[in-house]
């Protein structure tokens, strides 16, 4: 069974640059055909789909979130990584790493000063 787990800071400054990283345990991200994703949920809001990378490498991004958005990975870790630049208050979310039906439990992230 696949299992994910995202790590990273908690608190970030406007204007910084989140950093969040997905660990996969129980399967490798090089599989084939699989797509490995980070959603996130504002307080009162919905889902919303980010990004993902696939098992080639290649990213696929939210036109809406593009600009700021880079996700990448470490084979040899087996982790994939989001990066959002110049954070807004806008930005304070949970987010998760996820694929397809397999989820971490979230990672919560408050943009303050």
């Known amino acids: 069974q696949v299992q994910l787990e995202e790590s990273g800071p908690g608190l970030v400054k406007p204007s910084q640059t989140l950093s969040l990283t997905c660990t996969v345990a129980?399967?490798?991200?090089?599989?084939?055909?699989?797509?490995w994703s980070w959603i996130r949920q504002p307080p009162g809001k919905g889902l919303e789909w980010m990004g993902a990378?696939?098992?080639?490498?290649?990213?696929y991004y939210s036109p809406s979130l593009k600009s700021r958005t880079s996700i990448s990975r470490d084979t040899s870790k087996n982790q994939f990584t989001l990066q959002l630049t110049s954070l807004t208050p806008e930005d304070t979310a949970v987010y998760y790493c996820?694929?397809?039906?397999?989820w971490g439990e979230g990672a919560q992230v408050t943009v303050s000063s």
């Open positions: 996820s694929q397809g039906m397999h």
């Open positions: 129980g399967g490798s991200i090089t599989v084939p055909y699989f797509y």
């Open positions: 990378i696939d098992t080639s490498g290649s990213t």
